[in-house]
């Protein structure tokens, strides 16, 4: 094959944990070719070791590196607009895949990712090109749709036009836990592949990728590295997002509010521990309907399995952060769809109100700050500024994370109010030690 085939953007660590480790072992031509939309720190990194790398798999007290030579090409962004769009346009780029984070599709500004990618569907449709796939790899519902309607966006109309015609955006399911590499997870990978790497990466043994199978350029074999392809892929996205990302944003949260550091130190409290059960039995799996073959209790207990693996080190930081746009996908379809059933979201709220406390006062129960990173923190504070008693309707307006609808739901509101000003006079953990612990 000419060129590398499959065009990525997005070179953080679960692109070269996921996606690159799908592409190296599905073992057939096809390499990718990966763009940094900002930092070319991984840029230099990888072109200094030829582009080899390892995965360092960590799982309590097992490691070993696997070496992954997937990626052929990088492109730092910033400093090489041309070549990415010279890349969109060329013929042998078949396939283009993204982790740009979630909040990254509604940024059209120059350089932004979305805007490199309509800037080079442009070029490729003024020249003709043949058609391709765009697979969003973030965990948004409705990725294929929604990564749609961004690029769509950004298009120009006759642009608009080729893409509504030409280029396919399938829905798919990504899942791998994967921290930010520490500095011991470097040394390790360096001592275990005997030489050191500046590109190595840190994750669990664990991997999925469940794909829609609408490529029309082709694609790598990636069924051969393990992927699943179905035309039923909603089923396992809700499962996904609701059970693993939801349980996942709710520990970060109480997590980080009761002072524990990391996810698995989190789930060592057992009332936490309790908290996470609760939250993933009783309100996620009634709104769930399982992929075939799946048993979804089977499933939500090697989700708390996997993050239970202190090995990872996985921060609450790390997951906390962005909550203003991962609560609404992760948790707020939960809260909705217990609700339409008459039930009360009990423990989705929880978590809800706990995001809440923990964005808008950024300070833990023991009155030490926590690390809040979210780009609608300043906004959020600064609605909750006014008479105590009003902050929870003022941030209840909020509506690019409840909407409309929820405002008005009575039921969830008032959780919501009873739980924060629980948590204001006693703590989180006060709070969810009681309401757990029966
Ligand atoms: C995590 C995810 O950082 C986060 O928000 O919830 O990155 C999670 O580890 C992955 O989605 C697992 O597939």
Redesign the pocket.
């Known amino acids: 094959m000419g060129g590398e085939g499959v065009l990525h953007f997005g070179l953080g660590a ?1 692109h070269r944990a ?1 996606q690159a480790v799908y592409t190296h072992l599905a073992g057939d031509d096809w390499g990718v070719c990966a763009v940094a939309p900002r930092s070319a720190g991984v840029v230099e990194a990888l072109r200094a070791q030829g582009h080899r790398y390892n995965v360092l798999v960590r799982e309590h007290d097992r490691a070993w590196t696997e070496p992954v030579t997937a990626i052929r090409r990088t492109l730092h962004a910033p400093t090489q607009r041309a070549e990415v769009i010279a890349r969109l346009a060329d013929p042998a780029t078949r396939v283009v895949t993204l982790t740009i984070t979630e909040k990254a599709y509604a940024d059209t500004s120059h350089g932004a990712p979305v805007r490199l990618l309509a800037d080079g569907l442009a070029a490729r449709a003024a020249a003709g090109g043949p058609p391709l796939a765009v697979v969003c790899c973030d ?1 948004l519902p409705g990725n294929g749709p929604a990564t749609r309607r961004a690029v769509l966006t950004a298009c120009d109309d006759r642009t608009a036009a080729w893409v509504a015609d030409d280029v396919a955006f399938p829905a798919t399911v ?6 930010a590499t520490s500095p011991a997870d470097h040394a390790l990978a360096a001592e275990l592949a005997g030489a050191p790497d500046g590109a190595a990466v840190v994750a669990e043994p664990y991997r ?1 990728w469940v794909l829609q199978d609408h490529f029309p350029g082709g694609r790598p074999g990636w069924e051969r590295a393990g992927a699943l392809f179905t035309d039923d892929v909603a089923r396992h996205e809700r499962a ?2 609701r059970v ?2 939801g349980v ?2 709710a520990l ?1 949260y109480a997590g980080a509010l009761t002072g524990h550091d990391r996810i698995d130190q989190a789930l060592d409290d057992p009332a936490l521990a309790a908290f996470a059960e609760s939250l993933a039995h009783r309100d996620v799996l009634p709104t769930l309907d399982p992929p075939p073959g799946t048993d979804l209790g089977e499933y939500a207990a090697t989700v708390l399995r996997r993050m239970r693996n202190p090995a990872l080190g ?1 921060r609450c930081a ?5 909550g203003s746009l ?1 609560v609404p996908i ?1 948790l707020l379809g939960t809260v909705r769809e217990r609700l339409a059933a008459g039930a009360e979201p009990r423990w989705a709220g929880l978590a809800v109100a706990a995001w809440l406390r923990h964005v808008v006062t950024g300070t833990a129960d023991d009155g030490r700050p926590v690390e809040v990173t979210d780009p609608s923190a300043a906004r959020l504070r600064e609605l909750a500024r006014g008479e105590p008693a009003r902050h929870l309707d003022a941030l209840l307006g909020a509506d690019d994370v409840f909407g409309h609808d929820l405002p008005h739901e009575r039921r969830f509101t008032d959780l919501l109010r009873a739980d924060l000003r629980a948590m204001a006079r006693h703590g989180a953990g006060e709070l969810i030690r009681k309401e757990l612990t029966l």
């Open positions: 679960f996921h965990n990504v899942d791998r836990i994967v921290p999925m996904k997002i693993l990302n996942h944003s970060a996985h790390q997951v906390a952060a962005d991962k992760r």
